[in-house]
Each structure stands twice: as structure tokens, then as C-alpha cells.
């Protein structure tokens, strides 16, 4: 099957998923809750459509260097891509995972790489991006521990691209970013997986920090899929529960357009920060979509970001004070 033929047919299955998800929503519930779940479900349509547009459409900046498809397992969908400067040295990483409701979404989508590689990689940042396998592959436990996989192997591969394996960001949007949340909050012994320290952790618009609150109240029922309906497994994915001191600073981007997103993560920072850690919540008056996609534009919420990153480390704040803005924008299959 050619890739235009793959991105269609991707692209009817979302469709079809989404109509799915709108018309569950619209008959459940009483009219107040059945109005809650379907705008829920609007919302998680809007990034499961974006996740899927396909690579061809992402554009960066001249000069950059990509490698596509490092694997990190025997699995095809356990797989990163990196993008650096041609002549890195001792490097900062972010470390970026997709979302699509833990079913869909790709590392290579354009709201996922396009503005921050176009904004961080000029200044001297690698960008690693990477997939993780997906429902019914792969439940979301599972794919935490292929995103920590991924993370060990970028890690040591890291010198080899002219990074610094020590100086790390972790950063994720969506179910992405519930996958980082539970990273940055789960012992290593738990997942099974260990891998060296990171700076600080940056969650982009998750509604999924609270599996448990989540579960136990009138939700959408992607989460069903993705939870399934044992209690002691909601607590175990459940990044706030997972919740215990001495972790890195964690910075949670929350989309104000929501009524489940800043909640919880106003209650994930309180938390956090009762424990010791360092965390702190961002409301942006930006849809769920626009939290990823326009995160590395040249604006006030750019720069909120960015002043987090400086926040980590001395390097990286020095690189973030590089106003240049890079070579123009080309398109990269």
C-alpha cells in the first residue's frame, strides 16, 4: 500500500472513530452530562484528527539533520525519530511523545515536531520524537514502559548525535503527556525500566492525570477502551496516585477552553508540591490542539515555556537567550 493510500485509509478510520465516540456521547446520560461527554469527545476528536496528518506536511528549518525511524525495539511502531544541529556538542534533548488518545497518533505529525524543531533545534536543542506501541497492542502501562524504553536508548545514544545524555526534558502532549506524567512519577522498579535522570518534565493539556477520578465519574468512553474497568489498574495508570517525592520540576500546560484539563492538573500541582517537588500549572486560553501545535510560535505562551526550561539548567538557559530565528522554513519528507 503507497503512503497516500495509508494516510486515507488512517484517515477514514479516524473518522469513523470519531463518529463513534460523538455518538456514544450523544446517548448517554442525562442532557447536562450527555452535553459534557460529547464536547469531551469533540475535544479528543480535534487532536486525533491532527495526530494523523502525515509527515509530508511538516516543514523545518535548512541546515537541520534527521534520522528517521531509530528503533528502539523489535516492534515497527517502536520507533524515534531525532532532529539536530549539524554540528551539536553537548546538547540539551527534548524528549517528545505524541498523543491521540492511546490509540492513534504518530511521531512525525505536524502539530507534534514542526514548531518546536523550527523554534529549539536552531538554537541548539536535539528533538528526539518518538512512537510507542499503540490499544489494542499495547495498554497504556505498557506503552509508558515503551516510552521509558525509548528514553534509555536515546539516552545512550544520545553522544552519538552531539547530546548530553544528563541534560534530558521530557515533554508530552495528550495521552503523550500521560505517558511522561506517569514516567516522572512511577519508580523505575515499578515499570521495570530504568533510565538516567532528566531535568524536568513538561505535560501539555493531559486530562488523564486522575485515571481513578476519571473512571469513577461520567467520562467519554475512549477511556474505557484505553482503562478498561478494574480499579486496582486505574490506581496503577493513574499518574496522580503514582505520585511521590523528590521528582524533577514539572511544568503542566492546561487548555482553559476545557473543564477537565486544569482541574486536574491545578490538584496534580498541589499534590506535587505538598510532596516537595517542584510543579506548576500554565492555563492557556488555547484549544487542546493548540496547546501542541502552536507551542515554539513566537508568542507570550512560547516564551512561558521557555522561561520553565531556562528555570532547569544553565545551559539550556543559556541557548534560549539565542534569539535567532534559524533559516527559512522547507518542507522535509
Known amino acids: 500500500m503507497t503512503s497516500q493510500k495509508k494516510t486515507g485509509a488512517l484517515c477514514a478510520g479516524v473518522v469513523a472513530l470519531v463518529s463513534l465516540l460523538l455518538w456514544q456521547a450523544s446517548f448517554a446520560g442525562p442532557l447536562r452530562d450527555r452535553s459534557i461527554e460529547r464536547r469531551t469527545a469533540q475535544e479528543q476528536s480535534d487532536t486525533l484528527v491532527d495526530d494523523t496528518a502525515s509527515r509530508e506536511s511538516a516543514s523545518f528549518p535548512a541546515g537541520i539533520r534527521i534520522l528517521r525511524d531509530i528503533p528502539y525495539g523489535s516492534d515497527e511502531q517502536q520507533r524515534f525519530d531525532v532532529y539536530s544541529p549539524m554540528q551539536a556538542k553537548g546538547a540539551p534533548v527534548i524528549f517528545m511523545v505524541h498523543g491521540g488518545a492511546w490509540f492513534l497518533g504518530d511521531k512525525a505529525a505536524r502539530a507534534v515536531v514542526e514548531n518546536k524543531v523550527a523554534r529549539w533545534v536552531p538554537r541548539g536543542f536535539i528533538i528526539v520524537s518518538t512512537n510507542y506501541r499503540l490499544l489494542p497492542k499495547a495498554d497504556p502501562l505498557e506503552q509508558a514502559r515503551d516510552v521509558a524504553r525509548a528514553l534509555v536508548a536515546a539516552q545512550d545514544k544520545a553522544a552519538s548525535w552531539g547530546g548530553d545524555q544528563t541534560k534530558f526534558i521530557l515533554m508530552g502532549h495528550s495521552a503523550g503527556a500521560h505517558l511522561v506524567a506517569l514516567l516522572a512519577t512511577t519508580s523505575s522498579i ?20 486522575d485515571v481513578v477520578k476519571i473512571m469513577e465519574a461520567r467520562h467519554a468512553r475512549f477511556y474505557d477502551q484505553a482503562f478498561g474497568h478494574d480499579r486496582e489498574y486505574w490506581k496503577s495508570a493513574s499518574p496522580f496516585d503514582a505520585l511521590v517525592g523528590g521528582g524533577k520540576p514539572i511544568l503542566a500546560v492546561c487548555s482553559t477552553q476545557r473543564a477537565d484539563s486544569c482541574p486536574q492538573a491545578n490538584r496534580f500541582a498541589q499534590k506535587a508540591s505538598l510532596l516537595g517537588m517542584r510543579a506548576s500549572v500554565q492555563g492557556r486560553n488555547l484549544s487542546h490542539k493548540e496547546v501542541n501545535q502552536q507551542l515554539g510560535e513566537e508568542q507570550n505562551y512560547t516564551k512561558a515555556v521557555e522561561s520553565f526550561l531556562s528555570s532547569l539548567d544553565d545551559s539550556v538557559a543559556k541557548l534560549l537567550s539565542n534569539r535567532s530565528s534559524g533559516s527559512p522554513l522547507r518542507s522535509v519528507r
Open 190 to 209: 515499578s515499570l521495570g525500566i530504568v533510565s538516567k535522570p532528566w531535568l524536568g518534565t513538561v505535560l501539555l493539556d493531559s486530562a488523564a492525570l
